[in-house]
């Protein structure tokens, strides 16, 4: 290595240092523009590292969430202080953008919705962009130049399309004036095992320097930091491993629906014991904020027409109609008669208050023909589960002797602490979409559906557990 080089390098490693140590020292501060999940979860773990952040958002609902010390999906509640802090972490959220010119900030990151109705929409990334090109713009601009960091998931055309254009409409020069990255979210947003800090990060830069500063700056927090070759690489890394689950959990209840006479479940379990097979379990169908989007989203990259991607095609096609087919050729035979049912589970996923495209709002849909249809999810009251669902709210679990018919959609905690089985009825049919209560004695008479499975028979032998499973 030449003496030019190795000068080279110190220098690379004196900037990236310097860029961290006026983190750390809060001469700067890191911007969040978009304070839902995503930005919310941010400006805590970066905070809680004892960087100063501050957090814009549209909605004042959320912003007073954070001037109250909740920051959403994160595995703590409710607390502006915690471990490692000496006082309040420092977090401000605002619903003024201009809040964050005269900040200092060096490191933009970039939360905002990216998907309207189910499609990947690029509105509110075009609708941020101009703010932040100008907070740049009008930032004192330190020996390192500011970074704009994508962690909203989005198409990668878009960072050479929307993003650098922005910044180039109001005079910046990537590279020179401010740097680009990505460094898309992953989180599982329920508990402990699977956030910001334990997850690996994946981030890319429009340069080598700027790649270099994003791993730094994000093994503040995070474990464990991969780089990509570049944003864009690190962008379309999320979508397609959301797309290749997708594939994954679609083939497991197009499975499940082609052969009755097996239990699905069980035979995809054991599949799973094979080093290099996922456990995908047949269920009610694919929610939430990321999976159902992901094939969308490389449609979206690949072009509609593209004739690679004609399975992508065809896994939408069958999700879309999914659980119309679920209910006509396994459910139905069991819902004959039931004229009072309870689901239970309104969020996609376990412990969190996350709606989005859950697979409780289809099952809600197609049963609206039931006289006595209600809906409990101990993370929304009455009063928005009528908003989001126009059905009435249940109270849990002493109304589910009510009931003759059960649905188990969501496996949140409070599901599975309870002795549910002190209040179902004999003759109730329980459908039970993760196998929460499989292990339940439930009264002589109550029909226990585990989907995936065949009806009226339990599984008499122990199935292997591995984490791809549980």
């Known amino acids: 290595m030449t003496a030019a080089r190795e000068r080279e390098i110190a220098a690379e490693h004196h900037s990236v240092a310097r860029f961290l140590e006026d983190l750390k020292s809060k001469t700067t501060a890191v911007g969040i523009w978009g304070a839902g999940a995503i930005g919310s979860s941010a400006a805590y773990y970066f905070a809680l590292r004892g960087l100063r952040c501050l957090a814009y958002d549209i909605s004042a609902e959320r912003v007073h969430e954070i001037a109250a010390g909740h920051f959403q999906s994160t595995s703590v509640h409710q607390t502006p202080t915690d471990e490692g802090q000496d006082g309040p972490m420092d977090v401000t959220a605002t619903t003024r953008w201009r809040d964050l010119e005269n900040a200092a900030v060096s490191v933009h990151l970039v939360c905002v919705p990216t998907e309207r109705a189910a499609e990947p929409s690029a509105a509110s990334l075009r609708d941020v962009m101009p703010r932040i090109a100008r907070t740049v713009r009008s930032t004192k601009a330190p020996s390192t130049p500011p970074i704009v960091c994508i962690e909203s998931t989005i198409l990668p055309h878009w960072i050479d399309s929307i993003v650098i254009p922005a910044l180039e409409a109001e005079g910046l020069t990537v590279g020179r004036d401010v740097l680009v990255g990505a460094a898309p979210r992953r989180d599982w947003f329920n508990g402990e095992d699977y956030t910001i800090e334990t997850l690996p990060r994946i981030v890319g830069g429009s340069d080598d320097r700027t790649t270099r500063i994003l791993v730094a700056f994000y093994s503040l927090v995070c474990r464990t930091v991969q780089p990509a070759i570049d944003a864009q690489h690190a962008a379309f890394t999320k979508v397609v491993e959301n797309a290749i689950r997708y594939q994954g959990i679609t083939f497991g209840n197009a499975l499940a629906l082609a ?38 989203y490389v449609l979206e990259e690949g072009g509609l027409d593209n004739e690679f991607l004609e399975p992508v095609r065809e896994a939408l096609a069958f999700n879309d109609s999914y659980f119309e087919e679920l209910l006509a050729t396994r459910l139905r035979p069991l819902m004959t008669g039931r004229q009072s049912v309870a689901v239970l589970g309104l969020a996609y996923t376990p412990d969190a208050k996350m709606h989005k495209l859950s697979p409780a709002l289809a099952v809600i849909d197609a049963l609206r023909d039931v006289p006595r249809l209600r809906l409990h999810d101990p993370y929304y009251t009455a009063d928005e589960i009528y908003d989001l669902c126009s059905v009435p709210g249940l109270q849990f679990p002493d109304d589910l002797s009510d009931c003759d018919a059960v649905i188990l959609v969501t496996a949140h905690s409070r599901y599975r602490s309870t002795r549910v089985e002190d209040y179902i009825a004999p003759g109730t049919l329980v459908i039970d979409n993760s196998g929460a209560w499989s292990d339940r004695r439930f009264p002589d008479g109550v029909e226990y559906y585990e989907v995936g499975r065949i009806p009226g028979r339990r599984v008499e032998v122990a199935e292997p557990w591995s984490p791809r499973a549980d």
Do not use: E
């Open 259 to 296: 052969f009755p006479q097996f239990d699905m479940r069980h035979i995809l379990r054991l599949a799973s014991t094979k080093w290099n097979i996922p456990y995908y379990f047949p269920s009610l169908g694919v929610g939430g904020h990321c999976i159902p989007l992901a094939p969308r």
